[in-house]
């Protein structure tokens, strides 16, 4: 079953541009004017990988905890970043940092369980297991807590009647939005549910192809693969849940009254 | 019950005094934009004032919890809110939002009998018609031990005649048990039934505070 993993020459990889360039004609005949764009696509996906071989050639032969941990950190970071980005409302700076705070602590425990707990991994700051996974947890939780917060930011304006009257009614302000806590929870956890249920049979994840292509045995990389997706499930459903359960205090002030009403 | 000192609300509301007393039907009138749901909402906490003091039974509001007072002071909105389920989930949100026992079927049933709502309980609430939901929505207030009712135009789905027989009886109901119910309607009929003490606002300001006679009773 083992395997060398057949290396592409240079000369190889260039012809797989192929691709780009057949693109790139049917473009010109159906005359779409998308090539500006294909092309930067390119040119960035190509630039970004080759940087990031380079960076993680590097962080691979000096293994280091600080390396590792200062590469985790800068990846949560990030996904920080682009998750607040991707939020297409205007959202308050307590928001803002209580999408940091989900995000960091939902990732960093379930990394911290899946390195020591599930793999084992010894030293636990090898860098070649704990970033590629970091990766996809990281990924997957951006993208759960970026749909959580929409989820929960369409539903407080077209919800607020209804918000507004459970006060009136008495309710506190965590008992007025726990509905909209709990879509937002369920639109955020769906996508990968979804994908589980579809995993294995619709396609093979990127993870198990890439070890297959490196010579894995699939049974090895099912294992892997099952645990990876535990491990994402997990990390989504703690950020989201993080951010459902206390995302309530941001709409409202210390006077339990809606902030936007004032 | 309430006592208003110099309250503003952005430009919205200049009331220099005003006083609602216990126990008396209150109704607030004036034509739309002159203040009146701002005006209910400071009283039910739901919004501060920008000056000036309001006094819940010679307290400070704002030494007040918010949720303490509008479990006290409940308010009903002019649009009903309704929520996903049954009929009879929905009246029983209210309790639980107060975090009150449930109430009992036959309770439940007393309070829609009050409003004049002969639904099964097990109905889907969304279903109504708007009217039915209005009248559903009072129910489930009713089933509230608030001491004060605060009713933004509680019949503006009903036809005429059914708005007087219903808040006949849900008038009734409240004096029954002692409550304070401030009300804004745009009938005069309802007025004129059932005002003890009448208020009208015109651009954010009271031109009008007297005590009336209502005439329910004479009839």
Sequence with gaps: MESEIIEISWWRLIAAYIFVVLLIVILKWRSIKREKDVLIATIRMSVQLIIAGYILEYIFKNEHPLITLGVLLLMVGFAIYTAIKRIKHKISIQMKKLIALSLTIGVLISMAYFIFVVIGLSPWYKPTYVIPIAGMIIGNAMTGITLGVNTYMNEMSSQKQLVEGALMLGATPKEATRRIANRAFDAAMTPIINNMIGMGIVFLPGMMTGQILGGASPLVSINYQIAIMLGILGAVALSVVLFAVLGYRTFFNERDQLIDMQ | ?219
Excluded at chain 2, 7 to 36: M, Q, Y
Excluded at chain 2, 73 to 100: A, C, D, H, W
Excluded at chain 2, 155 to 181: F, G, P, R, Y
């Design chain 2, 1 to 219: 019950m309430f006592r208003l000192e110099n309250i503003t609300f952005k430009d919205v509301l200049d009331i220099p005094e005003l006083t609602i007393s216990s126990h008396k039907i209150t109704c607030i009138i004036g034509e739309s934009g002159s203040g009146k749901t701002t005006f209910i909402k400071l009283l039910n906490g739901l919004i501060n004032p920008t000056k000036g003091t309001i006094y819940v039974e010679d307290k400070d509001i704002r030494n007040m919890s918010m949720v303490n007072l509008r479990r006290r002071v409940s308010m009903l909105q002019q649009s009903p809110s309704i929520y996903e389920g049954t009929v009879k989930e929905n009246i029983q949100l209210g309790r639980f939002f107060s975090e009150l026992e449930p109430a009992s079927d036959q309770e439940i049933k007393q309070v829609l009998d009050v409003v004049h709502l002969h639904k099964e309980l097990d109905q889907d609430a969304s279903k109504l018609s708007g009217g039915e939901k209005q009248r559903l929505t009072l129910a489930r207030m009713l089933l509230l031990p608030a001491e004060v009712l605060i009713l933004d135009e509680p019949t503006s789905s009903l036809d005429q005649d059914s708005a007087h027989t219903i808040m006949k009886h849900v008038l009734k109901h409240c004096k029954q048990e002692n409550k304070t119910v401030i009300m804004i309607t745009h009938s005069d009929e309802i007025v004129k039934l059932f005002a003890e003490h009448l208020i009208q606002l015109k651009e954010g300001k009271v031109v009008r505070d007297e005590e009336v006679e209502p005439t329910w009773n004479q009839k």
